[in-house]
């Protein structure tokens, strides 16, 4: 799929691209004036931790308010955003943003909350992104254990080296990782061991299978317990029902996310949700 394997996302990109050259393009063009124009805009997921019941993080999830079209999700402009390159300085605004609140989330009585960002592949082939990432996290002065990156097996697998070097640097200054999306991939877990890896991320496609198909219950059952053994922290995503939210408390799945608890939101409305769980937002660790 496109997110995961660049090949086929182009070629994908380009059927859609004989369909609608014209469509893409004004998209693309909006997308330049989005950013000078103050049109995009961070929501923010929770993730909740299943052994304390805390809110964990938040996963941070762009969305772009279209003066025309009103809010466009994710799916619809970053493959036209990754393919014309403007993913790399909106890469780096989400980042900024990110770390904006990271600080106002401690000013308002929740520090220990962490902060996730994607980034997408072509961003993290960027030449400058640990030099520009590291500029963004200096100047913004946060506490670097509370910024964790996702990434998609394919953004690592590409150029394994490249991908061991620069999740090194970047864990060396306290930032962490996780594997998005993870399951859909060709890679294995064993294939990661060697980068530094703090979690990871089950694909709600699995999630979603749970009670549908046998296969899914015995996929996630393996990745938690080979997560686990590699000391390796397990967020499963896409999580709506009650059933699913068992079934993987029972598998000891470390945290959730998903519209069961709480669907992505403005900050402002993360801040209510926050306040009205009345309770300490943070895991101490
Ligand atoms: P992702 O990183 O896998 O993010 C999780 C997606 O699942 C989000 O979709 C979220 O809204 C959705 N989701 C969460 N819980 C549930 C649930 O219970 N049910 C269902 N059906 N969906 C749920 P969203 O926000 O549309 O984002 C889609 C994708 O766009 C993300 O997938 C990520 O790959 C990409 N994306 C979003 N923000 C950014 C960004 O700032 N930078 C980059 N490079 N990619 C981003
Ligand atoms: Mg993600
Ligand atoms: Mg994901
Ligand atoms: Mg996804």
Redesign the pocket.
């Known amino acids: 799929e496109a997110?995961r394997d660049p090949g086929s996302s182009y070629r994908f990109y380009d059927r859609q691209l004989h369909i609608s050259a014209g469509y893409q393009l004004r998209l693309e063009a909006d997308l330049r004036n989005a950013l000078r124009g103050n049109e995009l805009e961070l929501?923010y997921?929770p993730r909740i931790d299943l052994a304390t019941n805390e809110v964990r993080g938040v996963?941070?999830?762009?969305r772009w308010n279209h003066p025309e079209r009103g809010l466009v999700?994710?799916?619809e402009f970053?493959p036209v955003a990754e393919r014309s390159g403007l993913?790399v300085p909106i890469?780096y605004w989400?980042i900024e943003q990110a770390c904006k609140r990271l600080q106002e989330s401690a000013e308002i009585g929740y520090p220990g909350l962490v902060f996730a960002?994607?980034?997408?592949f072509r961003?993290f082939h960027d030449r400058k992104m640990t030099e520009t990432i590291f500029r963004i996290i200096f100047n913004a002065n946060v506490d670097t254990s509370l910024l964790e990156l996702?990434l998609t097996e394919s953004a690592m697998m590409h150029d394994p080296e490249y991908a061991q070097r620069c999740l090194r640097e970047l864990n060396q200054l306290g930032v962490s990782f996780a594997l998005?999306?993870f399951g859909t991939g060709y890679s294995s877990l064993s294939n990661l061991q060697h980068l530094p890896i703090s979690l990871v991320?089950i694909d709600?496609s699995f999630v979603q299978a749970l009670g549908k198909s046998a296969d899914a219950e015995h996929i996630i059952r393996a990745i938690i317990s080979l997560a686990h053994s590699l000391q390796i922290s397990v967020v499963a995503?896409?999580?709506?029902t009650e059933g699913q939210l068992e079934f993987l408390r029972q598998q000891h799945c470390d945290e959730i996310?998903?519209?069961?608890y709480a669907?992505?939101m403005p900050w402002a409305d993360l801040v209510q949700f926050l306040n009205k769980r009345g309770e300490s937002a943070c895991l101490q660790l």
């Open positions: 997110k929501y997921q996963e941070c999830l762009l999700g994710p799916d970053i993913i890469g989400v960002v994607n980034l997408s961003q996702e998005d999306d991320k709600k995503e896409g999580v709506e996310q998903g519209y069961y669907r992505p």
